[in-house]
């Protein structure tokens, strides 16, 4: 027995470039995740600009667990685009939720106080407009000659 089952790379019919995109995705997941745990401030202040004020020290603890969980998705979704692709559709729609929601969050919702956008927030919406053309192109069937 071993921590990975094998590759299941030869079911997967959708297009290899979304499998790459998730790819991408688990990247761009994994470096924000590892500044929110890594850096002495999360980068609340360094990056955000958020005010730390007196609530700094739980701002940090929030940005670190997040970070956490970003480092902690963002490598299932690597094993997923290197491993087992006939998942790479199902990954595409949980990176669109989770895009989704921290975008209407950040534009509209509890996180939209204020003028300033950090670099997160555009990202959220390029990120989930992304996502979801690959996932239409994960999701076509190749055609039949």
Do not use: E
Not at 75 to 89: C, G, N, T
Not at 103 to 124: L, V
């Amino acid at each position: 027995m071993s921590l990975l089952p094998a590759s299941t790379n030869d079911q997967y019919r959708g297009a290899a470039v979304s499998a790459w995109f998730l790819a991408l995705a688990a990247v761009m997941t994994i470096i924000p995740g590892a500044i929110h745990y890594f850096l002495p401030d999360g980068g609340a202040g360094v990056i955000a600009g958020t005010n730390l004020g007196s609530a700094g020290p739980t701002i940090i603890a929030v940005f670190a667990w997040y970070g956490a969980i970003q480092m902690a998705f963002g490598l299932l979704l690597l094993v997923i685009a290197l491993r087992y692709r006939p998942l790479v559709p199902l990954a595409l729609l949980m990176v669109i939720v989770m895009q989704a929601l921290s975008g209407w969050s950040a534009w509209f919702g509890k996180g939209s106080r204020g003028s300033h956008h950090p670099p997160g927030h555009y990202g959220h919406i390029v990120t989930l407009v992304l996502a979801l053309v690959f996932l239409l192109l994960a999701l076509r069937q190749p055609r039949t000659r």
